[in-house]
């Protein structure tokens, strides 16, 4: 039997109530903790990573704004998501950019057990959409998806043009 995949994708303060933090974050919080509360499958959580240095890198060039700093606070998840990740035994994927290569990688070794992978989180723009692109290069004929409701992004037009990239590239979103 194949197994279904469900990637939970940085749910993390900083980017609900924290530094990078946006009402359209703290909207979908409980339809993310619905959808994995009653997923039927395998739970993975990346969780955005960066240490101290952040802002010599060249992502905190470009956004100068110390987030998911591992440790503190906002590198964590929520409460009730980190309830339930700790119920449904879900591995957690730390990653210091956008995509995580080691996910796919791992992923891509596992494609004939998976039936299919569904994307939820933050941000639609930024980490959904990289992982999801990813992960559609490594396995083009995996079924991937993403929940349009359990999903924001910067912005609700970027969170918009990200879900249209992600059709164009036949990934499926679900409304």
């Known amino acids: 039997m194949k197994n279904k995949l469900l990637i939970v994708v940085d749910m993390q303060n900083d980017f609900i109530t924290g530094a990078l933090g946006s009402v359209q974050a703290q909207e979908i919080l409980p339809n993310v903790a619905e959808k994995v509360k009653n997923f039927d499958g395998e739970i993975i959580f990346t969780m955005d990573t960066h240490g101290e240095d952040y802002l010599e890198t060249q992502e905190g060039r470009n956004l100068p704004v ?23 035994k879900a591995r957690v994927y730390e990653k210091g950019t956008f995509g995580s290569v080691t996910l796919a990688q791992e992923l891509k070794k596992r494609e004939a057990e998976l039936a299919s992978i569904e994307f939820v989180g933050v941000c639609t723009d930024i980490c959904v959409v990289s ?40 990934i499926i979103v679900n409304e």
Do not use: W
């Open 66 to 88: 110390k987030h998911c700093l591992f440790g503190t606070s906002g590198h964590a998840l929520p409460k009730a998501l980190a309830a339930l990740r700790e119920e449904k």
């Open 131 to 170: 992982n999801a692109l990813l992960l559609k290069a490594y396995m083009p004929e995996l079924p991937i998806s993403v929940d349009a409701a359990c999903c924001a992004g910067v912005t609700p037009r970027k969170h918009e043009a990200a879900l249209e990239t992600m059709r164009s590239c036949q």
